[in-house]
């Protein structure tokens, strides 16, 4: 079974003229790979939680991003020799190359999720704690706010950069119906209520 760990707990702040924000960033480690999904955009912090795993930007074999926002990717010209991955496409230097379904040599299943961003995806991660969805801003909180995880709220829950509020429903509520638990852009990890 795969192994997850949150590297970095996501957060977002809004002062009075600017944004301060990074993403979950989360290490799987699936079938001898250590992957890393949306290393976001503080270096500092990156770079000190891959030291405590014992890791160097050299030891991750690939990177998986949820989606283009630009909070969410700056980091990954910290591995410039990793294979980068979205939804359907292994982007390898100038090479484009599509698949579908896991993430090539892992049971990582890849799962469209757009709403928020059109190309949005989300990675279904099967561990010995649980279905772990990492869902990137399907589901996301700004710091200090309150994390309200009842069902209704989590379907209707506003998004001011939403590209397609019908879509995003929808994509939460498919999460929300094979996930035990999820792992937000920003915020904290979260059991789902069956």
Sequence with gaps: MAEIKILIEGYAKKTENEWIASPSTVLI??????????????????????????????DIDLIFLTHYHLDHILNIRLFPDCDVLDGDTINRDDKILEYSGNIPKT???VIPTPGHAHEHASLLVKTSKGDIVIAGDLFWWRTNEEQKTDYNILVEREDPYVKNKAELEESRKKILEIADYIIPGHGKMFKVKK
Excluded: Y
């Excluded at 480690?29 to 405590?52: Q, Y």
């Design 29 to 58: 480690k699936d079938n001898g790979l250590n992957i890393l999904v949306d290393p976001g955009s503080n270096k500092k912090l990156l770079l000190n939680a891959l030291v405590k795993e014992k890791l160097k930007p050299k």
């Design 107 to 109: 049971s990582i299943k």
